[in-house]
C-alpha cells in the first residue's frame, strides 16, 4: 500500500514538471516559442517593454513623470499622461504660446501647455524723487505727478516759479519750489571797499577819481597842474607820470632841454658857408660831379650816382662838361641813323626790322594763330600770314561764320559753326508747374498747356469769372480749375437799418423807410431843418443824421444866427 503512493506520487510529480515545462516561453528573433516547439507573440505592455536577452525576455516598469498642468490626458497606445496642446475658451481653440484676450486690460493671459495663464502688465520705473506715485483712473500702472503747484498756478517741471524776492530766482526742481541767490558779476580785484546800493541785490564798486571838486571816470584823463606830467584815473586813485619824450638820434652828443618845455633836444642842422641847412638836406656843392647833404650836423659829399650802361655797350665815353659816361646808341642802316629800340623800314613785307644794341635784326612778322578747327590753311597771293576759309556752302548759297543758315525743319534752328552747318531743336518756353498735361497742337513745335476751365457743359478763359450758385462766393478760372472765395461784405453805418434782400449774400440799408420830426414826415435823402445853424441835417437809412459845418478861418464879423462868418 505505501509503495503503491510512493508510485502515485512519482506520477504527479513528473506530469507537473512536463506541464510547467510546456508553458515556459524562450524569445529567439523577436518571437517567443514554448517547450513544445509552439509561438507566441512578443509581450505589450507599453508602460513595461520587454527586450530579449540571452534568450529570456526582460521587462522594465517605465516612472512616469508628473504633467505640468492642470488637466493631462492619457493618449491612446501610451504609458504615460501628457499636457493637452493648446487651450480652448468659450469655444475658441488657441495654440500653445499664443496670447489669450482678456477681460482685465491690466493683465496680460497666454496658453501654455493647455493652462492659460495671467500675469500683470509690466510697468515702467518711477524716478526715485517720486514720494508719492498714484494710478489715474482707467490707466495699470501708477504714476508721478510732475510739475510744482504754487500760490495757486502749476508750474512745469524744471520751470521758472516767480519769485517775491527779487534777490532770489526760484525753479521747479522734482516737484518742490527751490529758491538760490541771484548770480551776481565778480568785481574788480582792485575795489577794496564794495557796496550794495540801494533797491538792488549784487554789491558794486564805486568807480572813477573825485579831484579838486570834479569826478573823473576810471582810466580817463585828469589834468595836471604840471605840464610835463600826464595824470589819470587808475582804480580810483589820480597817478601821474612824465610824459613820454620822443628818443633822440645815436649821434646826438649834446642834448638840451629849451626853455619852457619838457623834452630835451638835439641841435640838428649844419652851418656851412655862412649859411644854415637842415639835418638830411641838401648843401650846394662846389663841384658838379658831387652831391652833399648834412648828415648827423656834418657836410658829407659823394660822388653823383650815373645810370648803368647796357650790357651791349662796348665803348662807353663821357662827353665834355658831364659827369656820367654814356653809350653811343642806335642804328645807322641805309645813309640814316635810328634809335635804339626803334623800328628800321625792311625791304621784305613779311619782315619786322628793329635797332637792338646798335644793330638792325629783322624778324618774320608775327601771324594771328588759326581756329583749332581749320584742317587746311592757306596763304592768299601778296598777303603773309595764312588764313582759313571760314564760312558754309549750303544749297548754293555761303553764310558766314556764326552766322544763321535756313532750316528745312521749322522746329529746328541752324547755324554755321566751324565751315559746317549743325541743326538743333529750338528752344521752347517753361511750361508751368500746375500744367499736368501739356500738348503739342498740329503744325507746332513746343507743348503748350491747355488753359481755361469746363465747368457745367461751359468753356470759361484762364482768369475768368464762373458764375457761381452762391451767392456770397465768387469763383474764378484759374490755373485750369474753378476756385471760388468767400465774399467780403462791407461795413454798413451804425444807425442804418440792416436787412439781406432775397438772392443776395450780404446786408444792406433800408432806404424806403423815410424819417418823421415834429409830426412831419421826410424822403429818405431830404434835408432836415434844425434850430441849430452850425449843423446840417439829413433823414438817412430812417433816421435823422446830422454833422458840423464846416467854416474857414477868417477876421469877419459873424452875424448871431450864423455859424460861419
Not at 525753479?171 to 565778480?186: H, Q, S, T
Not at 421826410?522 to 459845418?549: L, M, R, W
Request: glycine letters at 8%.
Amino acid at each position: 500500500m505505501r509503495s503503491g503512493g510512493l508510485v502515485l506520487g512519482a506520477i504527479l510529480v513528473f506530469l507537473v514538471a512536463v506541464v510547467s515545462a510546456g508553458r515556459a516561453k524562450k524569445c529567439k528573433d523577436g518571437k517567443v516559442y514554448g517547450s513544445f516547439g509552439q509561438e507566441y507573440d512578443a509581450p505589450k505592455n507599453p508602460c513595461k517593454p520587454c527586450t530579449c536577452r540571452n534568450g529570456r525576455w526582460k521587462c522594465v516598469t517605465i516612472d512616469c513623470p508628473k504633467p505640468n498642468c492642470d488637466n493631462p490626458y492619457k493618449p491612446p497606445g501610451k504609458c504615460c499622461k501628457e499636457c493637452k496642446p493648446g487651450c480652448e475658451i468659450d469655444g475658441k481653440k488657441y495654440n500653445d504660446g499664443e496670447d489669450v484676450p482678456s477681460d482685465n486690460k491690466c493683465e496680460v493671459c497666454k496658453c501654455l501647455k493647455g493652462t492659460v495663464e495671467c500675469n500683470p502688465t509690466g510697468c515702467p520705473p518711477l524716478p526715485s524723487y517720486c514720494e508719492k506715485p498714484y494710478t489715474p483712473t482707467g490707466k495699470c500702472c501708477p504714476e508721478c505727478k510732475t510739475g510744482c503747484d504754487y500760490s495757486d498756478t502749476h508750474y512745469d517741471e524744471d520751470g521758472n516759479v516767480p519769485s517775491d524776492n527779487k534777490c532770489k530766482t526760484c525753479k521747479c526742481i522734482k516737484g518742490k519750489v527751490e529758491c538760490y541767490p541771484v548770480e551776481c558779476p565778480p568785481l574788480p580785484s582792485f575795489c577794496e571797499k564794495p557796496y550794495t546800493p540801494p533797491g538792488q541785490c549784487c554789491p558794486e564798486c564805486k568807480t572813477g577819481c573825485d579831484y579838486n571838486d570834479k569826478h573823473y571816470d576810471e582810466d580817463g584823463n585828469v589834468p595836471s597842474d604840471n605840464k610835463c606830467k600826464t595824470c589819470k584815473c587808475i582804480k580810483g586813485k589820480v597817478e601821474c607820470y612824465p610824459i613820454g619824450c620822443p628818443p633822440l638820434p645815436s649821434y646826438c652828443e649834446k642834448p638840451y632841454t629849451p626853455p619852457g618845455q619838457c623834452c630835451p633836444e638835439c641841435k640838428t642842422g649844419c652851418d656851412y658857408n655862412d649859411k644854415h641847412y637842415d639835418e638830411d638836406g641838401n648843401v650846394p656843392s662846389d663841384n658838379k660831379c658831387k652831391t652833399c647833404k648834412c648828415i648827423k650836423g656834418k657836410v658829407e659829399c659823394y660822388p653823383v650816382e650815373c645810370p648803368p650802361l647796357p650790357s651791349y655797350c662796348e665803348k662807353p665815353y663821357t662827353p665834355p662838361g658831364q659827369c656820367c659816361p654814356e653809350c653811343k646808341t642806335g642804328c645807322d642802316y641805309n645813309d640814316k641813323h635810328y634809335d635804339e629800340d626803334g623800328n628800321v623800314p625792311s625791304d621784305n613785307k613779311c619782315k619786322t626790322c628793329k635797332c637792338i644794341k646798335g644793330k638792325v635784326e629783322c624778324y618774320p612778322i608775327g601771324c594771328p594763330p588759326l581756329p583749332s578747327y581749320c584742317e587746311k590753311p592757306y596763304t592768299p597771293p601778296g598777303q603773309c600770314c595764312p588764313e582759313c576759309k571760314t564760312g558754309c556752302d549750303y544749297n548754293d548759297k555761303h553764310y558766314d561764320e556764326d552766322g544763321n543758315v535756313p532750316s528745312d525743319n521749322k522746329c529746328k534752328t541752324c547755324k554755321c559753326i566751324k565751315g559746317k552747318v549743325e541743326c538743333y531743336p529750338i528752344g521752347c518756353p517753361p511750361l508751368p508747374s500746375y500744367c499736368e498735361k501739356p500738348y503739342t497742337p498740329p503744325g507746332q513745335c513746343c507743348p503748350e498747356c491747355k488753359t481755361g476751365c469746363g465747368y457745367k457743359d461751359k468753356e470759361y478763359a484762364e482768369d475768368d469769372s464762373v458764375p457761381s450758385e452762391n451767392p456770397c462766393e465768387v469763383c474764378k478760372c484759374v490755373k485750369g480749375k474753378v476756385e471760388c472765395a468767400v465774399i467780403d461784405c462791407p461795413e454798413l453805418p451804425p444807425y442804418c437799418e440792416k436787412y439781406t434782400p432775397p438772392g443776395k449774400c450780404c446786408p444792406e440799408c433800408k432806404t424806403d423807410s423815410g424819417c418823421e420830426l415834429n409830426g412831419k414826415k421826410y424822403a429818405e435823402g431830404e434835408k432836415v431843418p434844425t434850430p441849430n445853424p452850425c449843423k446840417i441835417c439829413s433823414c438817412q437809412f430812417g433816421k435823422i443824421n446830422c454833422k458840423d459845418v464846416k467854416c474857414k478861418q477868417c477876421d469877419a464879423y459873424k452875424p448871431p444866427d450864423k455859424c460861419c462868418c
